[in-house]
């Protein structure tokens, strides 16, 4: 540990950390303590760089879900077709739990601590929901036009469906290390997706 | 308060009243004095009662199973047809949300909360989850030989797509107070029971 160390640090890196400890325990069971230690930031460092404890998982939020939009740009940049990188994403997210040690998602987790009760935390998730809605329906009206989905399906509301059941997958994959139970579910996702 | 009263109480009553207080704050946040106040118990009894913090929480879920199970039971046997019992407990699903103050499913946030972190709690969530599964597919398959639902549909893989549907709604329900943006996921869910 480092604590106490007046100089130079990487923000990121630091914030890196910060998410691994919101992610692994919740916003409320995270002690300034535990922070100040996977960050190795004395508090004064802490709270004069980011505000508050608060304001630190805010940051979190937003820095987690930009790596999260940047890897699925990548993604789909590489995907040979509209239609793959949907059922890959859903592919990954579904083993993708196995790999995070059930930690879920931050925002899904999130979520649920805080609810409604909790505004700044409540409309940016909603907005990160509408984001990556809009990105499902992309891709979905993409794989339309070239004639890799049904092109009378309604590409709105199969991408509102795919944003719930990646969260119902989320939920679920934080109680089901190896997920074998979710392979029937990716059947029935990707005969949506015809 | 009646704290301190040495005599007969409802122990399912006083349940229903900590199922309330951990369903508005989960687990962790739930301070036994909260309990003690809402049940109307002092500690001694309390805990003479139901043994720990822990255990009352798990006749809490059980409890809160039975009823959610006991209901649809009910509404089952009164639905004029097993496709229109499906579509009703989707449209409750969702306008549901509204009624329970963004609660969430009680399930659902014990899932978020605890993960596998607590194995009495997950492999609790894990059989209601099977439980829950087991009867979208009964209601599927008598869907199917009544010629609702298409006969060349997987019942199993279209119950275990409805289960992850209906958590993804629990979650996203809890930030979405008019739930204005899941009408079109509606007609996803009814696209798909075909």
Known sequence: MNIGRPIQFDPDVAVAKAID???ANGYDATST???MEA????????????????????????????????????????AKSAKG??????????SGNRKDNMRGCLLVNTACEFGISNKSTADFIKTEVS???????DVIEQAQADGEIAA???????A???????????????LNPDMTE?????NQLILQLE
């Open 152 to 158: 009378d399906k309604n590409a709105k509301h199969l």
């Open 131 to 137: 984001r990556m809605a809009d990105l499902f329906q």
């Open 21 to 23: 400890v919101f992610w």
């Open 33 to 35: 303590a535990s922070l």
């Open 182 to 186: 979710m392979g029937s579910l990716m």
């Open 85 to 94: 990188f949907l059922i890959d994403f859903f592919r990954n997210a579904i």
């Open 160 to 174: 509102d469906s795919l944003m719930v059941s990646l969260y119902g997958i989320r939920v679920l994959g934080k």
């Open 39 to 78: 960050m190795s930031l004395s508090k004064s460092s802490l709270y004069q760089t980011f505000g508050s404890k608060h304001e630190l998982f805010m940051r979190c939020l937003n820095d987690y879900s930009s790596q999260n939009h940047a890897y699925l740009r990548r993604e789909l940049a590489e």
